[in-house]
């Protein structure tokens, strides 16, 4: 394993890694440290008391980030019709029926989040097995099978973010830019961190929220007080 670089430990050492920070001084020692010569996108991860193997502690969902997420999203959208129309209305980088399926069976994936009408889902349903390892697959539950092609697509291009629990237990996602200000990082941080908490099964037993942390591209993780997030 490769040891980290001197800018990493420098801005470890701005860190005590035992200490829970309130959300604005964790946002603020990440964006002191994303130092790297690219925008850094900051992350936060939460750590669940779920068990995802079990259908009834499962957690995803969808958050609209209030400031964006800083990242350009090409959408997919799988509609015929009007519906497609409205799509490429809407400001879909992709748009097709069939020939869309065809594409996609061919390992050509020119999209970063995939949007379905309902009529359409028999046909993207024989891409599970391409979309779904990518996380790509469109779902109800978080708003990207639907008829209202033209709000989905605002959404995603305005920063929607989906999350889903992963196997230990760990939800994370891109929550903004280091470019963002300190206060549109907290308001998203604080936005996802609720969206989370409003998903919690019924099968969650006990703390529900164990751990949080935010972090960069390249900086180290800073541990966050939940309770200072209001609602975790």
């Given at each position: 394993?490769?040891?980290?670089?001197k800018?990493?430990?420098a801005?470890?050492?701005?860190?005590?890694?035992?200490?829970?920070?309130?959300?604005?001084?964790?946002?603020?020692?990440?964006?002191?440290a994303?130092?790297?010569?690219?925008?850094?996108?900051?992350?936060?991860?939460?750590?669940?008391?779920?068990?995802?193997?079990?259908?009834?502690?499962?957690?995803?969902?969808?958050?609209?980030l209030?400031?964006?997420?800083?990242?350009?999203?090409?959408?997919?959208?799988f509609?015929?019709?009007?519906?497609?129309?409205e799509?490429?209305?809407?400001?879909?980088?992709?748009?097709?029926?069939?020939?869309?399926?065809?594409?996609?069976?061919?390992?050509?994936?020119?999209?970063?989040?995939?949007?379905?009408?309902?009529?359409?889902?028999?046909?993207?349903?024989?891409?599970?097995?391409?979309?779904?390892?990518?996380?790509?697959m469109?779902?109800p539950?978080?708003?990207?099978?639907?008829?209202?092609?033209?709000?989905?697509?605002?959404a995603a291009?305005?920063?929607?973010?989906?999350?889903r629990?992963?196997?230990?237990?760990?939800?994370?996602?891109?929550?903004?830019?280091?470019?963002?200000?300190?206060?549109?990082l907290?308001a998203?941080?604080?936005?996802?961190?609720?969206a989370?908490?409003?998903?919690k099964?019924?099968g969650?037993?006990?703390?529900?929220?164990?751990?949080?942390?935010?972090?960069?591209?390249?900086?180290?993780?800073?541990?966050?007080?939940?309770?200072?997030?209001?609602?975790?």
């Amino acid at each position: 394993m490769s040891k980290p670089g001197k800018r990493f430990r420098a801005a470890s050492e701005t860190v005590e890694h035992d200490k829970l920070y309130d959300i604005e001084e964790a946002v603020k020692l990440v964006k002191d440290a994303a130092k790297a010569k690219f925008d850094e996108t900051i992350e936060v991860a939460m750590n669940l008391g779920v068990d995802p193997r079990h259908a009834d502690q499962m957690v995803r969902g969808v958050c609209a980030l209030p400031h964006g997420s800083g990242r350009k999203l090409r959408v997919g959208v799988f509609a015929k019709g009007d519906k497609a129309d409205e799509a490429k209305k809407a400001g879909a980088d992709v748009v097709g029926a069939e020939d869309l399926v065809e594409q996609v069976q061919k390992g050509v994936i020119e999209f970063d989040r995939c949007i379905a009408t309902p009529d359409m889902m028999p046909l993207v349903g024989r891409l599970g097995k391409v979309l779904g390892p990518r996380g790509l697959m469109p779902n109800p539950k978080v708003g990207t099978v639907t008829t209202d092609v033209a709000a989905a697509v605002a959404a995603a291009k305005g920063g929607a973010v989906e999350f889903r629990v992963e196997k230990a237990g760990v939800i994370h996602a891109g929550v903004g830019k280091a470019s963002f200000t300190e206060d549109a990082l907290v308001a998203n941080i604080r936005a996802f961190t609720d969206a989370v908490i409003k998903a919690k099964p019924s099968g969650a037993k006990g703390t529900f929220v164990k751990r949080i942390a935010v972090t960069s591209t390249m900086g180290p993780g800073v541990k966050v007080e939940p309770a200072s997030l209001g609602s975790a």
